[in-house]
């Protein structure tokens, strides 16, 4: 193996190596233009006609990808966009960002996973290495995607090479793009895992090799398990204070001050996004089946899903408090993404808050600058425009996505009330602001 390694690294240093990437999605594209921009010939294998229409237009999709650098990745014609899997006989490396969604709500959907790695399997170049990225509970790679590529009489170590990296892009930090993210790799042996931390310094900085592919898939269940029990623990305390009459929000500044041992979450009306939702729900599962019930990913899931209904249960007090009851109320939102700054829809807990209140008959609208439309089977809504007469048209707004452009004294000097569930009016103390 040695010479071997030392030939992939000699040729990853001469930029000598083709890669493949397969699925050019808020993953996929910026790692793809990354090594570009390092000189090497990237083939980016996506199967959706759109995106590859975008990039033969040399135009672009997702928001966090800078649109000047997508374009001179393009004009360089070394992202070479296609949809074919066969031009990956071509690739040195072949590194795989697919989605793996949950399907019926609670179990690990790793089906795109299986399926591009089966069309890899049928194209892969002889000693290529192949990378997983995509998030997945502890063992798929070694027990789901080693199986499929050895199936066909392929042997590790021999014909290819397997590792499991995490993707750990942030949508909308700007301040960590790519290259400035640690990367984790973890090969199903040593030498694989060596290729992969040879393969990633080409594009980051900082490359961290584990001892095996698990450890590095449970890494990043660790990290938004991490999260999401954080989450739901200051989603349970801001339900507590509320109760006891206490601001939340003050003790979380406070806590805030401590210069160790502490770091702040802060309570939302839910938590939306593709990861933490649904990453410790991949590592509850996995664990299930050691016979072992994670009550703290349930318990964090469960108080999580249940804020857009307390949400909807503090607005009903607060028009109550006005003697408006909540059926004959005219209720706006304001922001509707999962997350301030990106346009981001993706289980945004506004969108469970709006299906709950026209569940009640409520007469809902919203307003939200990177949203025009809400386009769903059973929802069709046009952000209005946020001006004055319109905000007096409401009995209460509700603040579900703090986005930096919004102009909140204009909503503060004309919304009749407003139910603050993002803290934004923190120094205001304002009769019509009530906040979560
Ligand atoms: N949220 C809260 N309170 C908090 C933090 C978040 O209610 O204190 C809510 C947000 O409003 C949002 C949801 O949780 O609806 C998720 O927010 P997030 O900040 O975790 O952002 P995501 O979903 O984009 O998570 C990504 C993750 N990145 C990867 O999985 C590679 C996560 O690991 C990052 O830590 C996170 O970005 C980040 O730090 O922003």
């Known amino acids: 193996m040695q010479s071997y390694l030392a030939e992939f690294k000699n040729n990853i240093i001469k930029r000598r190596i083709k890669i493949g990437v397969v699925g050019l999605g808020y993953v996929g594209l910026p790692l793809a233009i990354e090594f570009v921009k390092k000189g090497l010939i990237v083939f980016g294998v996506e199967i959706d006609k759109g995106r590859l229409g975008y990039l033969k237009r040399r135009e672009n999709y997702i928001s966090d990808v800078n649109n000047q650098e997508l374009k001179s990745a393009l004009s360089t014609h070394r992202l070479i966009p296609c949809r074919n899997f066969k031009i990956l006989k071509q690739a040195d490396a072949v590194i795989v960002c697919v989605p793996t969604p949950l399907k019926r709500k609670h179990y690990p959907d790793i089906s795109f996973i299986k399926e591009a790695v089966e069309l890899i399997s049928r194209n892969l170049k002889k000693e290529s290495l192949v990378i997983l990225e995509s998030t997945t509970y502890p063992g798929t790679t070694e027990e789901v995607i080693l199986p499929l590529l050895e199936k066909r009489g392929l042997k590790h170590g021999k014909d290819f090479y397997l590792c499991f990296s995490p993707e750990r892009i942030d949508p909308g930090n700007v301040k960590y793009p790519v290259s400035k993210i640690p990367k984790?790799?973890?090969?199903?042996?040593?030498?694989?895992?060596?290729?992969?931390?040879?393969?990633?310094?080409?594009?980051?900085?900082?490359?961290?090799?584990?001892?095996?592919?698990?450890?590095?898939?449970?890494?990043?269940?660790?990290?938004?398990?991490?999260?999401?029990?954080?989450?739901?623990?200051?989603?349970?305390?801001?339900?507590?204070?509320?109760?006891?009459?206490?601001?939340?929000?003050?003790?979380?500044?406070?806590?805030?001050?401590?210069?160790?041992?502490?770091?702040?979450?802060?309570?939302?009306?839910?938590?939306?996004?593709?990861?933490?939702?649904?990453?410790?729900?991949?590592?509850?599962?996995?664990?299930?089946?050691?016979?072992?019930?994670?009550?703290?990913?349930?318990?964090?899931?469960?108080?999580?899903?249940?804020?857009?209904?307390?949400?909807?249960?503090?607005?009903?007090?607060?028009?109550?408090?006005?003697?408006?009851?909540?059926?004959?109320?005219?209720?706006?939102?304001?922001?509707?993404?999962?997350?301030?700054?990106?346009?981001?829809?993706?289980?945004?807990?506004?969108?469970?808050?709006?299906?709950?209140?026209?569940?009640?008959?409520?007469?809902?609208?919203?307003?939200?600058?990177?949203?025009?439309?809400?386009?769903?089977?059973?929802?069709?809504?046009?952000?209005?425009?946020?001006?004055?007469?319109?905000?007096?048209?409401?009995?209460?707004?509700?603040?579900?996505?703090?986005?930096?452009?919004?102009?909140?004294?204009?909503?503060?000097?004309?919304?009749?009330?407003?139910?603050?569930?993002?803290?934004?009016?923190?120094?205001?103390?304002?009769?019509?602001?009530?906040?979560?």
Request: proline residues 4%.
């Open 184 to 436: 984790i790799v973890g090969g199903i042996n040593k030498d694989a895992g060596l290729l992969g931390k040879a393969l990633y310094e080409i594009v980051v900085g900082k490359v961290v090799m584990v001892s095996s592919t698990r450890v590095a898939e449970i890494t990043k269940l660790l990290e938004n398990t991490f999260r999401i029990v954080n989450i739901g623990l200051i989603d349970e305390l801001a339900m507590m204070a509320h109760k006891m009459n206490i601001d939340i929000w003050e003790a979380v500044a406070a806590a805030s001050t401590k210069p160790f041992g502490f770091m702040p979450f802060y309570p939302g009306p839910g938590v939306g996004g593709h990861c933490i939702p649904k990453d410790p729900l991949y590592l509850y599962w996995k664990a299930k089946k050691f016979g072992f019930k994670s009550r703290f990913i349930k318990l964090a899931s469960d108080i999580i899903s249940f804020m857009p209904e307390y949400v909807v249960n503090r607005l009903e007090s607060l028009l109550k408090d006005k003697r408006i009851r909540l059926k004959k109320s005219r209720i706006l939102l304001i922001g509707v993404t999962y997350k301030k700054d990106i346009k981001d829809l993706r289980k945004s807990p506004a969108l469970d808050i709006i299906e709950i209140l026209k569940k009640k008959g409520i007469k809902v609208s919203y307003h939200d600058p990177l949203v025009p439309f809400l386009k769903f089977p059973n929802l069709n809504l046009k952000s209005i425009l946020l001006t004055k007469e319109n905000l007096k048209k409401f009995d209460c707004v509700v603040i579900t996505t703090d986005h930096s452009c919004l102009d909140y004294n204009l909503i503060l000097d004309n919304a009749r009330s407003i139910f603050d569930t993002r803290n934004i009016y923190i120094c205001k103390k304002n009769r019509k602001v009530v906040r979560l």
